[in-house]
Nanobody
Framework: VQLQASGGGLVQAGGSLRLSCVDS????????KGWFRQAPGKERAFVAA????????RYADSVKGRFTISRDNTKRTVYLQMNSLKSEDTAVYYC?????????????????WGQGTQVTVSS
């Protein structure tokens, strides 16, 4: 399984970014997907998750109302639309895929991880 995350960058506070994560081999197209982030000196934290069908979604309280997770299984891609970005959103963002269709908010619920993409929000 190869997950390739992209879309990170430098943005001013209040701005937007859209992250993408492609399963290049297509082996997890119908599995749950999650986004996590890790800021310097902190542990990896849950951001958002979506079930295999896209019918169930969960967000961390810190991003609720600002971030939107979605997926296009025909393109083997999961997205994270990030609006109203804040400096505390600065982190390396990782996408992950589980073995099954049900999502998890714990990193231990995911078996496959992308390489991470840096998001930096300047204040």
């Amino acid at each position: 399984v190869q997950l390739q995350a992209s879309g990170g960058g430098l943005v001013q506070a209040g701005g937007s970014l859209r992250l993408s994560c492609v399963d290049s081999e297509g082996t997890t197209s119908n599995n749950a997907k999650g986004w996590f982030r890790q800021a310097p000196g902190k542990e990896r934290a849950f951001v958002a998750a979506i079930s295999g069908s896209g019918g169930s979604i969960r967000y961390a309280d810190s991003v609720k109302g600002r971030f939107t997770i979605s997926r296009d299984n025909t393109k083997r891609t999961v997205y994270l639309q990030m609006n109203s970005l804040k400096s505390e959103d600065t982190a390396v963002y990782y996408c992950a895929a589980g073995r099954y269709s049900g999502y998890s908010i714990s990193s231990t619920g995911y078996d496959y991880w992308g390489q991470g993409t840096q998001v930096t929000v300047s204040s």
